[in-house]
T-cell receptor
């Protein structure tokens, strides 16, 4: 069965420090991968999505970047965090090989809660 | 992807059916209706999806109008654990497509 792992679960970082959030998916190949952010009390904002290794689409201009060094690994990074980067970061995957749940349905990780002080 | 419109919030009584509406008047012929929910401090969870026929699974039922411009998610017997934000999304069922979430409906199930 497919599983998605996201870490760290909680992170407190000072302004100006770097960031690296990691997401890995098991049990599937060539998934579409997504990073969403949810600020406190707000909706889900799509940040990046990827349809393959090294292929990243950015949805909004921001202080963050994403990379996909391996098929089932998606990393969210920042060189210098801002206060506005605080939020709940969610990684998700979507299958590409058909089936009722395997394809076209997003499965989310447990999330990483980032507080920038 | 077509946009959706949902009420901001609604309350329902525990044990009663909860009917959550969604308008998607600009939906295209190849776009599906997906429903997700997000319980506080968790990642969203898939509930159900459909194209034009009504669908039912162990979690909910989805009723799509004949013109496909609106749909209703039905939670047949709401429990306190169904308190969550419910998102209605329309999207083509294709690889590489992004899913954009709106504000959703904040559902509070009351005892």
């Amino acid at each position: 069965s497919q599983t998605i792992h996201q870490w760290p679960a909680t992170l407190v970082q000072p302004v100006g420090s770097p960031l690296s959030l990691e997401c890995t998916v098991e049990g599937t190949s060539n998934p579409n991968l997504y990073w969403y952010r949810q600020a406190a009390g707000r909706g889900l904002q799509l940040l990046f999505y990827s349809v393959g290794i090294g292929q990243i689409s950015s949805e909004v201009p921001q202080n963050l970047s994403a990379s996909r060094p391996q098929d089932r690994q998606f990393i969210l990074s920042s060189k210098k965090l801002l206060l506005s980067d605080s939020g709940f970061y969610l990684c998700a995957w979507r299958g590409t090989s058909g089936g009722a749940l395997g394809a076209n349905v997003l499965t989310f990780g447990a999330g990483s809660r980032l507080t920038v002080l | 992807d077509a946009k959706t419109t949902q009420p901001t919030s609604m309350d329902c009584a525990e044990g009663r059916a909860a009917n959550l509406p969604c308008n998607h008047s600009t939906i295209s012929g190849n776009e599906y209706v997906y429903w997700y929910r997000q319980i506080h401090s968790q990642g969203p969870q898939y509930i159900i999806h459909g194209l034009k026929n009504n669908e039912t699974n162990e979690m909910a039922s989805l009723i799509i109008t004949e013109d496909r411009k609106s749909s209703t998610l039905i939670l047949p017997h709401a429990t306190l654990r169904d308190t969550a934000v419910y998102y209605c999304i329309v999207s083509v069922k294709a690889a590489g497509n992004k899913l954009t979430f709106g504000g959703g409906t904040r559902v509070l199930v009351k005892p």
